[in-house]
Structures are given as structure tokens and as C-alpha cells.
């Protein structure tokens, strides 16, 4: 079993998420001692944002790439097989200024690719990954789930079933910046969730 672990507060291990996905990392290595655990932390190792040199390299032929392309293209590569080798992904979603991390959104900008991770269709876009359980621990300072201001879920929803993986479940830890009590509720009930 491979578990790909995608952490992206730019607090680091310190962020609410990272707390509560390294928790269920744990859990996961307890219930499955022969698990695999790959860990993307998109703040300790941020990835470039997406720009014409990057996008131009994607659309370049291989046979025409210069070395720099392809190592920009390598690196996408690598980010999608990851995420392809997975049986189950952990994916900590801070909420910053009402959206994802952008470190966040460059991880998705590398594997949302025309004809590797989805096409199109006469029926309209089609993904090409296998299905798997990606389980979304989302940390807010105040409140959002369930609410029209939460655009962040989804968003989350619509990437994954882009490229094929329909099966996304959210966990939220919400009202973070609400003083400690409600912030400690919050933590515990997202964690008797996870459970
Ligand atoms: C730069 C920044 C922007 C934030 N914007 C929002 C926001 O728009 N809505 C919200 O509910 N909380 C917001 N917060 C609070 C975070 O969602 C909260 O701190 C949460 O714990 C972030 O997850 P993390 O601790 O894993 O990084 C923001 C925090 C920071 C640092």
C-alpha cells in the first residue's frame, strides 16, 4: 500500500493541517505497517508557480526540448507518478485569503496535464487516473463548510474528478482563529473525525 502525503501550510509541520495530517499518517502506519508513506510538504520544498517557461516546456515536443524543458518536464512527471503509484492520498488544505495554498495550486498546475492526466473528449473531459480515496484535512481560521464563501472544497472536488478520482472526503477543522476554545473543539472533533 503507497500513501501520498501532501502537506502544504507554510507553517510547516506547526500548521493545524500538517498537526492533523501527520496524526493520521500515524494512524495509517499503525493500521498498515507495510504501508509505503511518500511526503510532498509543499512548504519545506515549494514548487515553482507556473509561467510561460514552464508551460512552454509542457507544449514543446520532446524531441525539441532543451535540457532545461525537460527537467522542468521530468519534475511534473515525477509529481504525477506519485500521485499515480498512490492507493490513498492525505492531502492537508489550509484556507489562506478565501483560496488554497499557492504552493498548493503549482502542485496541481504540474499534474493537471492534457493527455497524461486527463483529455478531451467529444463527450467533454475525461480523466485518466485510476480512482482512490483521497481523504482532505481542511484547516480554517473562521467559518466556511457548507456555506456559498467556501469555494476552496469544491474546487478540491472538481481537480481530483478532473483527472479521474471522484472519491475526495473532507475533514474540517474550522473557527482555528475563534479563541482556544473553540479552536480545541474544533482540533478534537476534526480528530474523533479522521478516526
Ligand atoms: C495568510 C493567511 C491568510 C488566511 N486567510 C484565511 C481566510 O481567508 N479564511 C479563514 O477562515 N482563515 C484564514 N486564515 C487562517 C488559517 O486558515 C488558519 O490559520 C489555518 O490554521 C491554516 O492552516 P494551517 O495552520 O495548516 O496553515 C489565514 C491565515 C493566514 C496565515
Known sequence: MNIL????????DNGN?????????????????????VVR???AEPIPHLDGERVGAFFTPADQRTDAQQAVEDFS???????KAADQVVLGLPMYNFGIPSQLKSWIDHVARAGITFRYTENGPQGLLDDKPVSVVAARGGLYAGTENDTVTPYIKL????????????????GLNMGDDVK??????????LQ
Open 17 to 37: 493541517s500538517s498537526t492533523l495530517v501527520n496524526e493520521q499518517v500515524e494512524r495509517l502506519k499503525a493500521q498498515h505497517p507495510e504501508a509505503t508513506v
Open 184 to 193: 480545541e473543539k474544533a482540533m478534537s472533533e476534526a480528530r474523533a473525525a
Open 159 to 174: 481537480f481530483f474528478g478532473f483527472v479521474g478520482i471522484t472519491d475526495v472526503s473532507f475533514v474540517f477543522a474550522e
Open 5 to 12: 502525503v501532501i502537506k502544504s501550510s507554510v507553517f510547516g
Open 41 to 43: 510538504d509543499l512548504s
Open 77 to 83: 512527471q515525477t509529481l504525477i507518478a506519485e500521485l
